[in-house]
């Protein structure tokens, strides 16, 4: 994006039309919370950072722009300074390293998208505490600064809406050689334009899903055991308890690059769940500029959540946490109040009943340690 965002802002609420939400519901991260715990624009006196993170990116590597973008605006904001993307995330849109975009000569030419990978930890160190590991709940959270045009929960990661959002694949490695790919959902219909918006429920497994601009400061976060299954991993190639690398790898929005849907659960096959029967398109605004493409400002490592109970991952299992599993109740995959964080009891049966119950019951009231 990195864009005024005042100006596009304007530009994007005229011309956004609304699309029926789509299945993939879940709430995005928060940076900073308030001393509610709940979220909070990072320029609020009392915002701190959210202690659910315990570490970020401190370095990088491979880091290829896609095109020569980058160098018209690197005066003025310094787009291609990939340090940027270091530490902590602050919510400033404009603090972030871009990755550029690929317009249809550049991919007629062979031109590959933009891309760049952040260490985390010592690579040289098996083991390495800073490292990523598959531990319980979400792993990490990559922080975009996608924002918000109209949504129906702003300030807490959002359940649906329309956003302006560049996407991009998100892939892991042990070793900064091999690498496994979250397996990602994009059932956007068609192209949405240079300006045009998604709805991003329709969306899973992509970086970029969710807003991080304008005071609302919240990532997409990923769970290593999505790629538990991959061939790297299974092979031992890519160890999901020793993480040191992310690479995020822009996606034009053009519909020339495709999702992996094929090995996800089709929400449309309810109640006989069965597999996407294809792989989709994936689209976002495109052709952008100014740099265009994927903005990353920051990836976080997460503390693991003991509490699956914890819905809205403030640190305990409440009564906050139950209003929404309440309001979940009984409701499947794909239909309409579906949360999936709800889905509790393991394995998974993607509708939220009985044996969910069960499961909250047994961790009401767990506490996190790192909810001080």
Same mark, same amino acid.
């Given at each position: 994006?990195?864009?005024?965002?005042?100006?596009?802002?304007?530009?994007?609420?005229?011309?956004?039309?609304?699309?029926?939400?789509?299945?993939?519901?879940?709430?995005?991260?928060?940076?900073?919370?308030?001393?509610?715990?709940?979220?909070?624009?990072?320029?609020?006196?009392?915002?701190?950072?959210?202690?659910?993170?315990?570490?970020?990116?401190?370095?990088?590597?491979?880091?290829?722009?896609?095109?020569?973008?980058?160098?018209?605006?690197?005066?003025?904001?310094?787009?291609?300074?990939?340090?940027?993307?270091?530490? +902590?995330? &602050?919510? #400033?849109?404009?603090?972030?390293? %871009?990755?550029? /975009?690929?317009?249809?000569? *550049?991919? =007629?030419?062979?031109?590959?998208?933009?891309?760049?990978?952040?260490?985390?930890?010592?690579?040289?160190? +098996?083991? &390495?505490? #800073?490292?990523?590991?598959?531990? %319980?709940?979400? /792993?990490?959270?990559?922080? *975009?600064? =996608?924002?918000?045009?109209?949504?129906?929960?702003?300030?807490?990661?959002?359940?649906?809406?329309?956003?302006?959002?560049?996407?991009?694949?998100?892939?892991?490695?042990?070793?900064?050689?091999?690498?496994?790919?979250?397996?990602?959902?994009?059932?956007?219909?068609?192209?949405?334009?240079?300006?045009?918006?998604?709805?991003?429920?329709?969306?899973?497994?992509?970086?970029?899903?969710?807003?991080?601009?304008?005071?609302?400061?919240?990532?997409?976060?990923?769970?290593?055991?999505?790629?538990?299954?991959?061939?790297?991993?299974?092979?031992?190639?890519?160890?999901?308890?020793?993480?040191?690398?992310?690479?995020?790898?822009?996606?034009?929005?053009?519909?020339?690059?495709?999702?992996?849907?094929?090995?996800?659960?089709?929400?449309?096959?309810?109640?006989?769940?069965?597999?996407?029967?294809?792989?989709?398109?994936?689209?976002?605004?495109?052709?952008?500029?100014?740099?265009?493409?994927?903005?990353?400002?920051?990836?976080?490592?997460?503390?693991?959540?003991?509490?699956?109970?914890?819905?809205?991952?403030?640190?305990?299992?409440?009564?906050?946490?139950?209003?929404?599993?309440?309001?979940?109740?009984?409701?499947?995959?794909?239909?309409?109040?579906?949360?999936?964080?709800?889905?509790?009891?393991?394995?998974?049966?993607?509708?939220?009943?009985?044996?969910?119950?069960?499961?909250?019951?047994?961790?009401?009231?767990?506490?996190?340690?790192?909810?001080?």
């Amino acid at each position: 994006m990195s864009k005024r965002l005042g100006m596009i802002a304007i530009i994007l609420l005229v011309i956004t039309t609304v699309t029926k939400a789509g299945p993939y519901t879940e709430s995005g991260v928060n940076g900073y919370i308030g001393d509610d715990w709940r979220h909070a624009d990072p320029c609020d006196a009392d915002a701190v950072l959210n202690p659910i993170f315990r570490g970020w990116a401190t370095g990088f590597e491979d880091y290829f722009p896609s095109d020569d973008d980058l160098t018209h605006y690197q005066i003025d904001y310094d787009f291609n300074d990939p340090q940027r993307a270091l530490g +902590p995330v &602050d919510g #400033n849109y404009l603090e972030v390293v %871009g990755l550029g /975009d690929l317009n249809s000569v *550049e991919m =007629a030419d062979g031109c590959a998208p933009g891309q760049i990978t952040l260490l985390f930890g010592n690579p040289s160190v +098996p083991n &390495d505490p #800073n490292h990523i590991r598959n531990a %319980g709940g979400y /792993d990490f959270v990559v922080f *975009e600064n =996608a924002f918000l045009i109209n949504s129906t929960d702003p300030k807490f990661g959002f359940v649906a809406g329309e956003m302006f959002a560049e996407l991009g694949y998100v892939e892991v490695s042990s070793d900064g050689v091999n690498f496994a790919r979250f397996p990602s959902v994009s059932l956007t219909a068609g192209t949405v334009g240079a300006l045009g918006t998604i709805e991003i429920s329709n969306v899973f497994n992509l970086a970029g899903k969710h807003p991080n601009a304008g005071g609302v400061c919240t990532g997409t976060p990923f769970d290593l055991s999505d790629i538990a299954d991959d061939p790297n991993v299974v092979s031992g190639l890519v160890d999901i308890n020793n993480i040191s690398y992310v690479r995020i790898v822009d996606v034009p929005g053009s519909g020339d690059f495709y999702d992996e849907s094929i090995r996800h659960i089709d929400p449309d096959s309810w109640p006989n769940w069965d597999y996407y029967y294809t792989n989709s398109p994936i689209y976002d605004a495109w052709v952008t500029f100014n740099p265009g493409g994927v903005d990353l400002e920051a990836i976080g490592v997460l503390n693991e959540q003991k509490y699956s109970a914890d819905i809205n991952l403030d640190g305990v299992v409440d009564f906050d946490d139950f209003a929404v599993f309440a309001h979940a109740w009984k409701r499947h995959f794909g239909g309409t109040g579906w949360v999936m964080r709800c889905d509790l009891a393991e394995p998974k049966d993607f509708i939220i009943d009985e044996l969910d119950l069960a499961e909250f019951s047994e961790q009401w009231l767990g506490k996190e340690s790192w909810r001080y």
